[in-house]
């Protein structure tokens, strides 16, 4: 079982649709979690952290569940800008450092 | 503006060649690391480095070699022993190893053999 899971896609919604991508993880020590935006042959950029109460960023929203060693992402009013891969990306504790497991990433694309 | 840069954004590399990435940062992170992307996977851990002078393996660290002479380089070294280099190399940096410190990435390098 891969340590981060996610849907690769792709997923092709109009402008304006509501979109939700789901990640598990299969480390229940993972201690940070992230949502990191990859446009085609361009590096990672830190979208948004991800807080166990969840947390919003204009029409971005990621939830933890801990319990269900899950995370998501929901982008609401999609935007054709939004079209790139998204990946989940967990820190699991590695020794006395940690290092970042990043899943493979779930592609959207927006149309006109 | 601070950032990481990574040099050259193509490279190209022979059958039996040590090639070398560049990665500088100037964001006076502690933490560097490589990755490489191969196409429809996610990123894996190549080296990762705390501090200057000391390094560690990541998951796929055979047939790379790195140092960290100084807190700003953290250069990458593709050894002919690496025998399906093709991918795409990034570089990151973290203000530290511990807590919620998120990767800043550099632009990546695109290696391909000749």
Same mark, same amino acid.
């Given at each position: 079982?891969?340590?981060?899971?996610?849907?690769?896609?792709?997923?092709?919604?109009?402008?304006?649709?509501?979109?939700?991508?789901?990640?598990?993880?299969?480390?229940?020590?993972?201690?940070?979690?992230?949502?990191?935006?990859?446009?085609?042959?361009?590096?990672?950029? %830190?979208?948004?952290?991800?807080?166990?109460?969840?947390?919003?960023?204009?029409?971005?929203?990621?939830?933890?569940?801990?319990?269900?060693?899950?995370?998501? %992402?929901?982008?609401?009013?999609?935007?054709?800008?939004?079209?790139?891969?998204?990946?989940?990306?967990?820190?699991?504790?590695?020794?006395?450092?940690?290092? &970042?497991?990043?899943?493979?990433?779930?592609? &959207?694309?927006?149309?006109? | 503006?601070?950032?990481?840069?990574?040099?050259?954004?193509? $490279?190209?590399?022979?059958?039996?060649?040590?090639?070398?990435?560049?990665?500088?940062?100037? $964001?006076?992170?502690?933490?560097?690391?490589?990755?490489?992307?191969?196409?429809?996977?996610? $990123?894996? $851990?190549?080296?990762?480095?705390?501090?200057?002078?000391?390094?560690?393996?990541?998951?796929?660290?055979?047939?790379?070699?790195?140092?960290?002479?100084?807190?700003?380089?953290?250069?990458?070294?593709?050894?002919?022993?690496?025998?399906?280099?093709?991918?795409?190399?990034?570089?990151?940096?973290?203000?530290?190893?511990?807590?919620?410190?998120?990767?800043?990435?550099?632009?990546?390098?695109?290696?391909?053999?000749?």
């Amino acid at each position: 079982r891969k340590e981060v899971e996610q849907d690769p896609g792709p997923f092709n919604v109009p402008e304006g649709a509501t979109v939700a991508f789901n990640c598990t993880y299969s480390n229940s020590a993972s201690q940070s979690f992230f949502w990191y935006r990859q446009d085609c042959r361009k590096e990672p950029k %830190l979208l948004m952290s991800v807080y166990s109460s969840g947390n919003e960023d204009g029409r971005f929203t990621a939830q933890l569940n801990r319990a269900s060693q899950y995370i998501s %992402l929901l982008i609401r009013d999609s935007k054709l800008s939004d079209s790139a891969t998204y990946l989940c990306v967990v820190r699991i504790p590695t020794g006395n450092t940690g290092k &970042l497991i990043f899943g493979q990433g779930t592609t &959207l694309q927006v149309k006109p | 503006d601070g950032g990481i840069t990574q040099s050259p954004k193509y $490279l190209f590399r022979k059958e039996g060649q040590n090639v070398t990435l560049s990665c500088e940062q100037n $964001l006076n992170h502690d933490a560097m690391y490589w990755y490489r992307q191969d196409p429809g996977q996610g $990123l894996r $851990l190549i080296y990762y480095s705390q501090i200057v002078n000391d390094f560690q393996k990541g998951d796929i660290a055979e047939g790379y070699s790195v140092s960290r002479e100084k807190k700003e380089s953290f250069p990458l070294t593709v050894t002919s022993a690496q025998k399906n280099p093709t991918a795409f190399y990034l570089c990151a940096s973290s203000r530290g190893l511990y807590g919620n410190q998120p990767q800043h990435f550099g632009d990546g390098t695109r290696l391909s053999i000749l």
